[in-house]
């Protein structure tokens, strides 16, 4: 176990729906990393907090947002759902060096599957 | 092109035979370099990280070429608990923020 969660573990919403999605970091991390898994791909980066601050995005539209809370947990948001962002959505947890660059391992939470009808 | 691209297979091989996967990339900045491993529904979990001098662990071999853009894995001895997805995975530009291949699913069969 890698001490990462994540919750729900599984969501089914409609279009133009609005989610929450979560995730509590390993103890000790500082930085969380978002990541969309469609069926059939490999993971997508959506975005990275590190110590409450974006700290790099992806090639994702605003309407996918976040947030990172003192205890280094974090938020992924998605408005205005659409069929397209059915998917397994994956939190990785690690720890960056001061600056927020360079780091070690990330730990990959057990993801939250989103079906959007 | 994909930033990084990978055969998606399936690989069928019997169990005991020796199973190479093949990774290129495009980014030429990229500084670390990965292969996850990723059961059915599953999250992807580090197999072993890649360096140019190659690097061993156990019946697993990671191999670098920066000149080429190209990543190996080579598995020896495959067993059926081998079976799953191997990711090739790059990091570029620091901060660990990783870009996966699409995977390639491995099936070893008795």
């Known amino acids: 176990e890698t001490g990462v969660t994540q919750s729900p573990t599984h969501l089914i919403k409609t279009r133009g729906q609005q989610v929450t999605l979560r995730c509590s970091s390993q103890?000790?991390?500082?930085?969380v990393s978002w990541y969309q898994q469609a069926l059939g791909q490999g993971p997508q980066f959506i975005f990275q907090y590190y110590r409450e601050e974006e700290n790099g995005r992806g090639n994702f539209p605003p309407r996918f947002s976040g947030l990172q809370f003192p205890n280094y947990s974090s938020e992924l948001n998605v408005n205005a759902l659409e069929l397209d962002d059915s998917a397994l959505y994956l939190c990785a947890s690690s720890s960056l060096r001061t600056g927020g660059s360079g780091g070690d391992e990330q730990f990959f939470g057990p993801g939250t599957r989103l079906t959007v009808l | 092109r994909k930033e990084v691209e990978q055969d998606p297979g399936p690989f069928n091989v019997p169990e005991g035979a020796t199973v190479a996967f093949n990774c290129t990339y495009s980014?030429?900045?990229?500084?670390?370099f990965f292969w996850y491993r990723q059961d059915c529904r599953k999250e992807p979990k580090l197999l072993m990280s890649?360096?140019?001098s190659g690097n061993e662990d156990g019946r697993f071999t990671a191999q670098l070429n920066r000149a080429s853009q190209y990543i190996s894995l080579l598995i020896r001895d495959s067993k059926l608990s081998d079976s799953a997805t191997y990711l090739c995975?790059?990091?570029?530009?620091?901060?660990?923020?990783?870009?996966f291949g699409t995977g390639t699913q491995l099936k070893v069969e008795l």
């Open positions: 980014n030429s900045a990229s500084q670390s």
């Open positions: 995975v790059v990091e570029a530009g620091g901060g660990n923020k990783l870009t």
């Open positions: 890649v360096y140019s």
């Open positions: 103890s000790g991390h500082n930085t």
